[in-house]
């Protein structure tokens, strides 16, 4: 299927086998078994230890690709694929000999549990999607936590990954993002999500299909604000294209000429805060500081000025230090 279409489809779809909607990282614990063989060394391992394997695959330039990816697609027993004519063309071009099978939001419930079963009888099995980290807005998060469930070791092979090359160069601040995935389709539920979004003090990231950029923009823009925004299209692609401007700005673009070609990360910087001068923190700080904790001072002057809780206790420990 072309990826323009699957990635509507992908935004309609939304199913919970995706990991779309909290665009957090899960903290899962690799047991030794899971490295083990394959490890971090310089030998090619001749196998593979047993487990479930997330590996990361370019985004549109194959050479993006990581040397740990092609190492486990090669030594894995199966590659479970979103779609097996999709990776066909990433192992051809790496002369990878491996055995494919499907696994996608149609067959998983079908397919998981003999996966599961083999998993449990000592197979290694690698899952990718069609471009990227697999489970980020792609099928295996249901997998992962099934395998987990059953004391399978599942190890992350990162790499490319769409949200985080958007963020890089949309030129917004990258310390504090959400990852939103994508937004619904329906305006009103679109208009929702966005409300929900508004007071998140982070750098947004959102996953957006062409046909909808202009629409999604132009919502942005009254539910969000004015704020800097940028639209990554087609990274690491020959017409690779980031467009930097307010909300406003990209909505009347997009407007304008019509939905552009390929694929597209929308990047939304954080609300602008009303900027608290070091003076005023500082004063407050000294006021609070006379009869509260540091800790409770930081948490005070922070709320009550809208200061970053970092900054104010760095503030704070400077004060301290010049006492
Ligand atoms: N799991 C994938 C990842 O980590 O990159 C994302 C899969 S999601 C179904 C597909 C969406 O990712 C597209 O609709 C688009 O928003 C974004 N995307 C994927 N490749 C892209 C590219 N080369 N340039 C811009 N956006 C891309």
């Known amino acids: 299927m072309p990826r323009s279409k699957r990635a509507a489809g992908a935004a309609v779809r939304r199913g919970a086998e995706r990991g779309t909607k909290s665009g957090t990282a899960s903290a899962f614990s690799l047991g030794n078994a899971a490295r083990g063989a394959e490890g971090n060394g310089e030998a090619e391992p001749s196998k593979l230890a047993p487990g479930l394997y997330l590996v990361a695959t370019p ?191 990209l909505a009347a673009q997009y407007r304008a000429s019509g939905p552009p070609k390929g694929e597209l990360v929308v990047v939304v910087g954080p609300p602008e805060r009303t900027a608290t001068s070091d003076a005023e923190i500082d004063r407050a700080l000294g006021v609070t500081l006379a009869h509260k904790s540091l800790r409770e001072a930081v948490e005070d002057v922070a709320s009550a000025t809208g200061a970053r809780r970092r900054h104010v206790y760095a503030r704070a420990l400077a004060l301290k230090g010049g006492r």
């Open 59 to 249: 985004i549109g330039n194959l050479a993006d690709v990581t040397l740990r990816a092609l190492r486990v697609l090669r030594s894995a027993d199966a590659v479970l694929c979103e779609d097996t004519r999709v990776t066909a063309k990433l192992l051809a071009r790496y002369g990878i000999a491996a055995a494919t099978q499907p696994y996608h939001d149609h067959n998983a419930e079908r397919v998981r549990p003999g996966i599961l079963a083999r998993l449990k009888a000592g197979a290694a099995l690698a899952l990718v999607s069609d471009a990227g980290t697999p489970l980020v807005s792609d099928p295996g998060f249901k997998l992962v936590r099934a395998a987990l469930a059953d004391g399978i070791a599942v190890t992350a092979v990162p790499g490319p990954s769409a949200a985080l090359a958007a963020l890089l160069a949309s030129g917004l601040p990258p310390d504090r993002f959400l990852f939103a995935g994508f937004l619904p389709p329906k305006e009103a539920a679109r208009r929702r999500s966005l409300d929900e979004l508004k007071d998140v003090d982070a750098t947004l990231v959102f996953f957006e299909s062409a046909p909808r950029l202009a629409a999604s923009l132009a919502d942005m823009a009254a539910i969000l604000g004015p704020r800097p925004a940028a639209v990554a299209r087609e990274l690491t692609k020959l017409h690779e294209e980031v467009r930097r401007g307010s909300l406003a700005e």
